[in-house]
């Protein structure tokens, strides 16, 4: 199989950087997040980007970082959380293992912070959460092989079920 052994989605918050690494380090293979590959590109945060050039520019940039990547690599990919709303990545990820990562507004609440740098939940994080998670859940679910909850879960725990999941067995 080409492309990458894992694709994690879901929301910001969910843990797919922390649990990719994870699941790399288990499986013996690289891990890439679309998120780093654009601020090493652009040499800023994805928070200054939004602000200073917009989110449609933002979108435009990962585009490309997810495309790039999925050529690329052959490990675990984390994407960022928007990633799944062009129609053409989601094209792109047809057919691969990709794996959402789902939690609860709670819990997302908790993990985010609200003194973190999430230019998406900058007021009002609750509700707008919800409301992304509202236009967002069906497009992970649409390119999502499984579905692994995280609330309550360990970086480990859920990591253990992704591999589970995909019945894919760690050395």
């Not at 492309?3 to 649990?19: D, E, F, W, Y």
């Not at 945060?45 to 989110?55: A, L, R």
Request: hydrophobic fraction near 45%; glycine fraction near 10%; charge should be negative.
């Amino acid at each position: 199989m080409s492309g990458p052994l894992i694709v994690l989605v879901g929301p910001m918050g969910s843990g797919k950087s922390t649990v990719g690494g994870l699941l790399a380090a288990r499986l013996g293979v690289a891990c890439r997040d679309t998120d780093a590959d654009i601020v090493a590109a652009e040499g800023r945060p994805i928070s200054d980007i939004f602000v200073e050039d917009g989110e449609p520019h933002f979108r435009a940039l990962e585009r490309e970082a997810v495309r790039t990547a999925v050529a690329e690599h052959s490990g675990v990919l984390s994407l960022g959380g928007g990633a799944i709303l062009d129609p053409g990545t989601r094209a792109l990820l047809s057919g691969l293992p990709v794996v959402y990562l789902s939690l609860g507004v709670e819990e997302a609440v908790r993990r985010t912070g609200l003194n973190k740098a999430r230019p998406l939940l900058a007021v009002n994080p609750r509700k707008q959460w919800r409301e992304l998670m509202e236009a967002r859940r069906p497009l992970y679910t649409e390119v999502a092989r499984a579905e692994v909850a995280t609330d309550e879960r360990t970086p480990e725990e859920v990591a253990e079920a992704v591999l589970d999941a995909l019945e894919l067995k760690d050395e």
